[in-house]
């Protein structure tokens, strides 16, 4: 399973702003440490940090804080208008849309350009929010397409099987392979370039064998794909604007 975060939910007034932040405990951390990610704040602490501590240093980091969210806010703020602006993104290539009134709503996509064709009964202050509900349930569409017969070419190469292929609509992870051998993915991985959703492919596709991330796990992953490190860090850099 390859996973975003699965943390603990908290919220602090520091005077000046109210966060919401994920906590993250750990028995190997000593030292308390702050992230923004994915615009949002992310609090590292030991399993002994009591929240009064972890809530004082928030408040002393505040600044710093505002200040990150805020460069955040505006990147994701930039990847929402890129929709409109720059295209969509299919495998980290973007192609041009084009806007069209029709009868009902749909999306077209000719290997060139992505057509969206919206129903005359949006107003234009509808649009915007229309516009990405119909490309994320086109993404949708095309990931469930797409992941299987990835999933198959890989399957014949590391002689592992799973019993059933899927996407689903996560905001915190990956993928994941069941007990069962069902294997999940994201569809928002259509986004990213296709050396990447081949990591999370042969990362899943290894769980069929080893369901932990032993060494043995991990030498498995290796033996079949050899950029592990740059792909995951594409994912920590990107995971951004792929989830917004």
Known sequence: MIELLVPDEFEINTGVDTHSYRLIRSKRRRQLA??????????????????????????????????????????????????????????????????????????????KQVLIEYSRRISDEQLPHRVHALVDSWYCQQAAEWFPKRVAEWQHQMQLYSTSVGVKKWRRRWGSCSNRGALLFNWRLMMA????????????????????????????????????????????????????
């Open 34 to 111: 702050l992230q923004v990610k994915a615009g949002e704040l992310v609090v590292r602490a030991s399993s002994a940090c009591t929240l009064l501590q972890i809530e004082s240093f928030i408040t002393q980091k505040s600044d710093w804080i505002a200040r990150h969210l805020h460069q955040q806010q505006q990147q994701l703020q930039r990847s929402r208008r890129c929709v409109l602006q720059d295209g969509v993104l299919l495998f980290d290539q973007a192609f041009p849309i084009q806007l069209q009134r029709a009868s009902r709503s749909a999306v077209q996509f000719d290997g």
């Open 193 to 244: 370039p296709q050396w990447v959703i081949d990591y999370v492919i042969v990362h899943e596709l290894a769980h069929l064998q080893w369901m932990d991330h032993s060494a043995l796990f991990w030498q498995l992953v290796r033996q079949h794909y050899n950029r592990i490190d740059e792909a995951r860090q594409w994912l920590q850099q990107h995971q951004y604007v792929l989830i917004t």
